[in-house]
């Protein structure tokens, strides 16, 4: 199987708005611009591929069941608007659950790496050469983990994660104001001109 390389995706305050545990497709708002966002990343020959912490599940907020049925909701919808996504990958852990199958200091709750190292051996990626979009500290330290790139975008709870990262004295490759902004710097550094197609 070809080696391949993937954009990873941060979920909530990324793809869509950030509202807590959203536990119905209802909740979830996905920002108009994402549609063309991931649409790009399938044209650049990359692999859209969701990683998202849901400790909601540990906590009770949620059930397995009700996010697999988020998720294939948000697939149908990308589908729609001609965009794929290639994988969601998710923690349904939480350290302090009180449900014991969820408590765990798991290696799957970024900023660990577990959920890329998942999907890199289903799915065939090459982390290093890879990128990470998301809104959170934890999302860059995820991608710093796994040696890919790591984007910030300023929706969500980007604002605040910049200042976080400037206090550590860290800094992500791009800081965009949102999704599609950091898939355009990712195509222009690729050199990659998606009007020819
Ligand atoms: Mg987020
Ligand atoms: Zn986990």
Known sequence: MKIKRAVFLDRDGTINED????NQF???????????AVRKINQAGFLAVIVTNQSGIGRGFITEGELQVIHQKIESAFSKHKAHLDGIYSCPHYPLSSAPLYRKNCSCRKPNPGLALQAASELNIDLESSYMIGDKVEDMLFGWNIKASSILVLTGFGQKSLS???????????????LLEAVNWILRREKIDLTIF
């Open 164 to 178: 976080k990262l400037k206090k550590r004295g860290t800094q992500p490759a791009f800081v965009a104001k949102n």
């Open 19 to 22: 509202v807590g545990y959203p």
């Open 26 to 36: 209802s909740q979830i708002n996905i920002y108009p611009d994402s549609f063309e």
